[in-house]
């Protein structure tokens, strides 16, 4: 199923951007074979010409050329082989990486020509490429996802003799779909964008129920900040990516009061869970991982389906990719993925939420828009939640063998996605499209 309002957000360029890091990899493979064995075959007229002194040690030159082409076939591998890229591009980092800080140590005590710094300074563009694009290649589900496909949701197994029944909806029928929304918003930006959301799922038939993330910390939590010793304290656990105290999130039914039946999680519980997420220093916020690190709020996603929502400045695929491995460590299920982003452009965008965060909403750049999410955003996460809560369901229904009774047929209960597909496998099961 595909999310048409993705597709003119911040998710729709993503495979233009994948392109366009191929093609980075692409240039590099090129230039650093061609350019080597060029080097190789004609060094001596080329450092004649541009008035470069020969090496000193020809056999330290051979060997920094070798390498430098090995890099660049390392390059043209990850371009023909994409399946294989997450842990070539590891490789290319670190090689990358450690030829430009030696290149800039030999710099500092003997000195080194100016080509050299040159090639040290693309290989260290080249290493944020690679980080770039293992960000795409770690969570290939994402790649799918933030195109705007939402996976169809898990049915409701049938209840064991003596278990609880499931929930029921608002008209007392069995159809009713109850999602959770976990919302942690600091400056209220993801508060209105899951509320737009919550909109959409319950325009589709879905009965919301809202858990706001609060830290205990509620003064350094706190904005506007009093002082910009807040915002620092907060910027250094980022970058440490230290979680934060927590309370457990009261969960309300969305218009209707506390929630008593909430948190049963599974099959039995929600049918979804929404978790929303912000960009702290290239990674989540210290809210949102501290609910992965609380076993009582961790039980949310297990046997869930799980849904993303980044409101952030940008940058938010790296915390995307965080969280997505969070949920599956969680036994969560990943269905569906969105970003928005605030308005403006970079990197004046940027500066301006540290100037907005840093002096407490109290000054902004002069010509820069308020830090908020646009009218049209909002539209498109509204249409997001509706496309969330209209996703077809699979259904599993027992297969029996000839001369078994049906009194004696057993249902299996799923509490991850892993143990479907393992009830599927052993013959278990049969999976149907409503």
């Not at 809210?287 to 996603?301: G, H, I, K």
């Not at 965008?349 to 830090?371: D, M, P």
């Not at 955003?377 to 029996?400: H, I, K, N, W």
Request: aromatic letters at 8%; a positive charge.
């Amino acid at each position: 199923m595909k999310a048409q309002s993705a597709r003119n957000g911040p998710n729709a360029p993503r495979s233009r951007t994948r392109a366009l890091l191929q093609l980075l990899c692409l240039v590099t493979a090129v230039t650093n074979m061609g350019g080597n064995l060029l080097l190789f075959a004609a060094h001596e007229p080329l450092f004649d010409l541009f008035q470069i002194p020969p090496s000193a040690d020809p056999h330290m030159f051979a060997c920094v050329l070798g390498f430098s082409f090995a890099a660049g076939a390392l390059a043209l591998a990850i371009v023909l082989a994409p399946k294989h890229a997450a842990p070539l591009l590891v490789v290319g980092i670190v090689g990358k990486g450690m030829f430009a800080t030696l290149t800039l140590l030999f710099h500092a005590s003997d000195g080194v020509s100016w080509p050299w710094l040159v090639f040290a300074g693309w290989d260290g563009v080249m290493v944020a490429v690679y980080f770039l694009y293992l960000i795409y290649e770690v969570q290939p589900k994402l790649r799918r996802l933030n195109t705007g496909e939402i996976l169809p949701r898990l049915p409701r197994l049938p209840a064991r003799p003596g278990q609880r029944q499931p929930r029921t909806g608002r008209d007392g029928g069995r159809s009713g779909k109850r999602a959770l929304l976990l919302v942690y918003s600091l400056t209220g930006n993801s508060k209105r964008a899951m509320n737009e959301v919550c909109q959409g799922l319950e325009e589709a038939g879905y009965q919301c129920t809202v858990g706001e993330v609060r830290p205990k910390d509620e003064t350094l939590f706190r904005f506007p900040f009093r002082s910009i010793t807040q915002f620092l304290r907060i910027v250094v656990g980022a970058m440490l990516r230290r979680p934060c105290a927590i309370h457990v999130p009261q969960l309300l039914s969305h218009g209707h009061g506390y929630d008593s039946g909430a948190g049963d999680g599974g099959q039995d519980g929600y049918d979804l869970v929404v978790c929303s997420a912000q960009t702290w220093m290239l990674g989540v916020a210290a809210p949102v991982q501290a609910l992965f690190e609380n076993a009582e709020t961790r039980r949310y996603f297990r046997g869930n389906d799980v849904a993303i929502v980044n409101v952030c400045r940008g940058l938010w695929r790296r915390p995307q990719v965080m969280l997505a491995d969070m949920i599956a460590d969680a036994g969560g299920r990943l269905v569906a993925a969105h970003a928005e982003t605030n308005a403006g452009r970079e990197p004046w965008r940027t500066l301006a939420l540290f100037v907005y965060l840093a002096t407490g909403g109290r000054f902004r750049l002069v010509g820069q828009r308020q830090q908020t999410l646009s009218q049209a955003s909002l539209e498109r996460l509204r249409q997001f939640g509706m496309q969330l809560g209209q996703r077809p369901a699979a259904a599993y229904t027992p297969v029996r063998d000839g001369a078994a009774s049906a009194a004696s047929a057993e249902w299996s209960w799923a509490d991850s996605e892993i143990r479907v597909q393992q009830m599927l496998l052993s013959g278990g099961y049969r999976q149907e499209m409503r």
